[in-house]
């Protein structure tokens, strides 16, 4: 098992900056491809960032590359995103989520931190 728990969302204005932290226990992600996705009020989940376990090749989906960057730390089993330059088309839920790397489903999924960008 593997228990996500995210933190650093938060109230800022466009054009502000936010890290977003995703903490996990119960078992190291060395061997997982880390994710980032997000839900806005009325809006299906979308893909946001991924990093495989390597820490190699990043990918982003179109509407954050650029601004965003995800990032691990596997020494602290966290990963991170950065978010810079944000809009109020940013606002959303941020979820973290797991996948084994082999795997092609995210299996483990954090509770969701608030990012709520004003303009």
């Known amino acids: 098992q593997v228990q996500l728990v995210e933190s650093g969302g938060g109230l800022v204005q466009a054009g502000d900056s936010l890290r977003l932290s995703c903490a996990a226990s119960g078992r190291s992600l060395s061997s997982y491809t880390m994710g980032w996705f997000r839900q806005a009020p009325g809006k299906e989940r979308e893909f946001v960032a991924a990093i495989p376990y390597s820490g190699g090749s990043r990918n982003y989906a179109g509407s954050v590359k650029g601004r965003f960057t995800i990032s691990r730390d596997n020494a602290k089993n966290t990963v991170y995103l950065q978010m810079n330059s944000l809009k109020p088309e940013d606002t959303a839920v941020y979820y973290c989520?797991?996948?084994?790397?082999?795997?092609?489903?995210?299996?483990?999924w954090g509770q969701g931190t608030q990012v709520t960008v004003s303009s």
């Open positions: 989520a797991a996948r084994y790397y082999s795997l092609s489903e995210y299996f483990y």
